[in-house]
């Protein structure tokens, strides 16, 4: 007979199958399936989140996990085994804390708000979305009463994204990290300009797809665990330890997108590619929150791929690809060029000294609206005048306004803030990482990131969830997460650049 | 509270969604999958195959089945209903004979046994695969014995491909067809041969991709619904009524092979995307039978395909795309060479005219090993002397002999003798329609496909699994299986080409 832990194991090992397998159909869907094998796509990713649902509510793996539960305490809580049981614990209370219809309410609203989105964003019309976005609202503020009682109502929202995190952590964050922001952007914008007109210009498909792919195995890209393909938005997914994919898009009169965008999903799959193959099959073998994610595409697109020492290298290369776009370009004009700050009104293209202002005012503006405090009819409003105040731009209509981001009409309230945190986290590895490399700039100047790859995957990939994000931050660094690092590495990067 | 029916067609819808997911995690594995994704894509699919295995033999399962059947009862034998329930009925009291470990068994067997016989052909020894071999027979010894008592001990191996044939049956029709063909062979060998050098040159692989696409484009394949990609060995596969994707593989100097794989493999998908939505997400949305199946493969390929009117059109488009190559050869000198016969060692080169002599060869193989009235090891012995008499060659190897087919190693027994069958039952169709659409030259001569494939909708594809093979084709053509239209279109076809 075997253990109970083994057999919670077995159940476990099952559902993550499932969801592997629903990533790999979520991935054909977005790369080669037919346009009308849409209807029935939708169908079997039911099927499967049904059966992912009933095996991870069922009564038998309810009483497994009681069983299991006794095992599990003569292991040392930071075991492999008591996380592994322990994340397990928590994924299973909530589950069943919330009817199964409300998930069928949720994804069949959500897949309903997305058409309206998409037709509202093409109309520029917010009031057509309108409605679809308060049902939304309604579904999340009832998903949070599941989970009464409740320090803030959108703690329950943000915990399905960043597990652990309390919305008023955030909110201290962020109040920190404001001022600093907003006078980093007075003081880059009381100097020259700099120009980067020499980004966009044509760049041959092909030669854009080769570089990047030059680029991320010299990360070190595994594509014999992984591949690239091309989507209309760039992602990373899993389908097991050892199949972890990316995606890319490529514009060809803009060469930062391609090139940025595959750094940054390489980052993702570099993590999942990471994680200790004793979790294969395990809730585990996940990232350890979104926050944590996006540390590690961020810090291989920003401190990596935006730094001087990186250029150094592949710079010749690219003007060698590309001599009549760059060749009489310099290396500082062009490294300038893709440093660029400059307001703008749409979020995924904005630089990293704005980035973060775009993720506080959705914040702010989410609270509001999950709270009560905000009618939706006035949202447009509040996002201007927050635009207005944080940006010193006004969207001139509302598609590049309220309307601009997915995530609402797919029922994702409480993702956005990870975004801003996963930049600042990259802060505090990148100061970790200096301080335990002292020739880092060197070797990034040699195109040599074994040595910053390894230490990523021993301090952070190879625990997967094990820890929580906040945890793994406080381990790794000796600090919980905090926007210093992050406001230090702005404040000299952005004065070389503009001299202040 | 929804009638029995309704409740079984909704369990059968789910294990409905679960092959079709079976069968995107194999697409992606033989397209896409980077190397090191296999063991994991294993997992996978063997949790789905549990799944799958473990819906349709539950309790609750089998008394819904109980309960269906007194309302079934009420309708007309023929309706859509009654023969869901049937072929549903069968595939559960087949499942519950066998116990799943059985399964288990000839899943990890047939694993091994695959690698075995690649290993075998590299170093052409059979004895290195005898072993695996002699399993998997003992394997599908134990299989049939679940199904005692049979006439046949082949029959439960023939019936898991050819639903509701029996091996006396097909004996019958082989005894049948088995002289014809042998004196046909004999009569195309005492006239002068035909040449086909012209096939094999250098062709450009894009080229033949798209003149590949061209064709198929014209039979009315949607691309809507469909795609192509490229793999090892050419398939088809069903994602649902909607995505019904076909791969090829092309040599870039023999130009017959992606030609007629497209197209046949085309055939195998109009048949699947010609089934009737009403069937959408249960077991009847299938082909009758692998025969019925590869009837509409070779039909596309062969009796299409491999005609004098169909290049009438497509030859001078073809000349145009290989004026090098082509542009000297005359359409007479090319349709000779792409219909010559040439007793050959290898099944999948085989001509039309030798093709069924494999098959009936490997049928007699099969039968006597499953009977045991053979020993494995003395396989080779019987391949060579039945090779020397049906085609008058000896393979000098085991690689060209009697190891040329993975079938076995998959643990497929009971699957050859569908492919002759195909070929004669598509000579059948023909028959058929040739009555019901007399203009049917004409229309091939001017790439005109929409009559004929609209009859293989109204009388073959919408119906799906409804009936078995052998009833579809006394039903449509008004005779059961019969090799004489296939005997006849041989005699008519090689008569004109060799002069007899």
Redesign the interface.
Known sequence: MKNKLSQLKSSL??IR??Q??AA??SW?QET??????A???G??LG??A??IHERFTSPKFAKLLDLAEKEVAAHDPDSTEARLFKVTRREFEKRIKVPSRYYQELSQTSALAYETWKKAREEDDFEKFRPSLEKIIALRREYADYFRPYEHIYDPLLDEFEPGLKTKEVQAIFDELRPHQVALIRQISNRPQVEDTALHQYFDEQKQWEFGVEVITKFGY??????Q?KTAHPFTTS?????V?ITTRILPDYIGSALFSTMHECGHALYELGFDPAL??TPLADGASLAIHESQSRLWENLVGRSYPFWEHFYPRLQALFPTQLGNISLETFYKGINKVAPSLIRVEADEATYNLHIMLRLEVEIALISGELDARHLPDLWNSKMKEYLGIVPPNHTLGELQDVHWSHGYIGYFATYALGNLISAQWWQAIQRDIPDLNDQIRQAEFGELLGWLREKIHRHGAKFEGQELVQRVTGSGISPKPYIQYLQKKYGEIYGF
């Open positions: 090992a099952e199958d499932l592997y397998i790999i159909l054909d080669y399936m037919p346009p009308q094998g209807r029935e796509r169908e079997q099927t499967l049904g059966l595994d594509w014999q665990r992984g591949r393909d389908f097991g330890l050892n199949d994919r294969a099959r």
